[in-house]
T-cell receptor
Framework: GESVGLHLPTLSVQEGDNSIINCAYSNSASDYFIWYKQESGKGPQFIIDIRSNMDKRQGQRVTVLLNKTVKHLSLQIAATQPGDSAVYFCAEIRYGQNFVFGPGTRLSVLP | NAGVMQNPRHLVRRRGQEARLRCSPMKGHSHVYWYRQLPEEGLKFMVYLQKENIIDESGMPKERFSAEFPKEGPSILRIQQVVRGDSAAYFC??????????????FGSGTRLTVV
């Protein structure tokens, strides 16, 4: 069936380096994609979104890239900080339907 | 403006007992969604409700699980005769409209259910 998945379940990066978290999706009809950050003991927190008719969107220290040809989504975090340590989920949305979440990638920032 | 409020934050139940999880949506939000998260996994959709109506329960187990969102009061996710496999974090999200800008879709902090 339709699914959203991640290539890497864990990612360790040095503080100050850039992080790239990847996500593969299979539903080409999705309208919207969102990246969420989940810290321990908390609910998912919105980071950045991108519509299906875009291929790149930038926020503060974060960039999301969408490659519809290969159905791939990535989250880039610039100058990774200790506070970025968390689990990151991509979510796939079709309007009028519910969010489909990927399994998550744990990001660990090393001092 | 308080966010999505879930209580209790932690709930321990013995096998066979009932668990009741509450979710108060953000002010102005009339749509509520429940998700379950098993340890080290992503969130899985369970049910979508509007006031007094279940819109989509395609993710709910067929037995022991039920949900409601009454005209007054919080949304309730009820699990009867809990088993160890029900141990998970249960998250509630709310939105003002179903097809709203997804940024308006706000999650609560979850209820962590432990069945012993």
């Amino acid at each position: 069936g339709e699914s959203v998945g991640l290539h890497l379940p864990t990612l360790s990066v040095q503080e100050g380096d850039n992080s790239i978290i990847n996500c593969a999706y299979s539903n080409s009809a999705s309208d919207y994609f969102i990246w969420y950050k989940q810290e321990s003991g908390k609910g998912p927190q919105f980071i950045i979104d991108i519509r299906s008719n875009m291929d790149k969107r930038q926020g503060q220290r974060v960039t999301v890239l969408l490659n519809k040809t290969v159905k791939h989504l990535s989250l880039q975090i610039a100058a990774t900080q200790p506070g970025d340590s968390a689990v990151y989920f991509c979510a796939e949305i079709r309007y009028g339907q519910n969010f489909v979440f990927g399994p998550g990638t744990r990001l660990s920032v090393l001092p | 403006n308080a966010g999505v409020m879930q209580n209790p934050r932690h709930l321990v139940r013995r096998r066979g007992q009932e668990a009741r999880l509450r979710c108060s949506p953000m002010k102005g939000h009339s749509h509520v969604y429940w998700y379950r998260q098993l340890p080290e996994e992503g969130l899985k959709f369970m049910v979508y409700l509007q006031k007094e109506n279940i819109i989509d329960e395609s993710g709910m187990p067929k037995e022991r699980f039920s949900a409601e969102f009454p005209k007054e009061g919080p949304s309730i996710l009820r699990i009867q005769q809990v088993v160890r496999g029900d141990s998970a974090a249960y998250f509630c999200a709310s939105s003002p409209l179903p097809d709203t800008d997804p940024k308006g879709y706000t999650f609560g902090s979850g209820t962590r259910l432990t069945v012993v």
